[in-house]
T-cell receptor, first 113, second 117 residues
Framework: DAGVIQSPRHEVTEMGQEVTLRCKPISGHDYLFWYRQTMMRGLELLIYFNNNVPIDDSGMPEDRFSAKMPNASFSTLKIQPSEPRDSAVYFC???????????FGSGTRLTVV | AQKITQTQPGMFVQEKEAVTLDCTYDTSDQSYGLFWYKQPSSGEMIFLIYQGSYDEQNATEGRYSLNFQKARKSANLVISASQLGDSAMYFCAMRRLLSTGANNLFFGTGTRLTVIP
């Protein structure tokens, strides 16, 4: 298996623009997580899905952030409009109910200027 | 609420020596899992080792071992025979293991390990 695949690896955008981050989880995994990593706040959970259904989105910073999982093999995290304080590394991870492990993608480094 | 505490922002170790990275956790759950992840400068999150709260023996994976002291709520990572490639950020994390399957992974703030030649 290719692991969790995130795209793009790097994204530089101007303030006010829409940004879409993409994630393909490991086939067969029924949980998908979006994390954000910053120097100030460390690794924080934004939202997670179980069987494509959002379970907990309490970590989503504000209405500018939205996440979808239209099917078991694809998820997006959208920021509209983006702000400089959104600059961070965004990780996607997937997991399976019957297995303790989490597999992380390589992350997307977002820079909003 | 779950909380992970890593009190060592940075650690130095001589190559080939052993090093212990501290982690304490706080939870009222009886069933939980503890993880250690490595994050090298390239940025990816690499799973190292896992300990279940009901596991009676300390987990080991190659040069990594987890010193699990349940009563003290500590889950320290021990790296034996340090190598230069071990220089990285290390995160301790905890997962609730609920019958409902709630699965969030709570992370500590990390410890930056530097291996000195």
């Amino acid at each position: 298996d290719a692991g969790v695949i995130q795209s793009p690896r790097h994204e530089v955008t101007e303030m006010g623009q829409e940004v879409t981050l993409r994630c393909k989880p490991i086939s067969g995994h029924d949980y998908l997580f979006w994390y954000r990593q910053t120097m100030m706040r460390g690794l924080e959970l934004l939202i997670y899905f179980n069987n494509n259904v959002p379970i907990d989105d309490s970590g989503m910073p504000e209405d500018r952030f939205s996440a979808k999982m239209p099917n078991a093999s694809f998820s997006t995290l959208k920021i509209q409009p983006s702000e400089p304080r959104d600059s961070a590394v965004y990780f996607c991870a997937s997991s399976h109910t019957d297995y303790y492990g989490y597999t992380f993608g390589s992350g997307t480094r977002l820079t909003v200027v | 609420a779950q909380k992970i505490t890593q009190t060592q922002p940075g650690m130095f170790v001589q190559e080939k020596e052993a090093v212990t990275l501290d982690c304490t956790y706080d939870t009222s759950d009886q069933s939980y899992g503890l993880f250690w992840y490595k994050q090298p400068s390239s940025g990816e999150m690499i799973f190292l080792i896992y300990q279940g709260s009901y596991d009676e023996q300390n987990a080991t994976e190659g040069r990594y071992s987890l010193n699990f002291q349940k009563a003290r709520k500590s889950a320290n990572l021990v790296i034996s025979a340090s190598q230069l490639g071990d220089s990285a950020m290390y995160f301790c994390a905890m997962r609730r293991l609920l019958s409902t399957g709630a699965n969030n992974l709570f992370f500590g703030t990390g410890t930056r390990l530097t291996v000195i030649p």
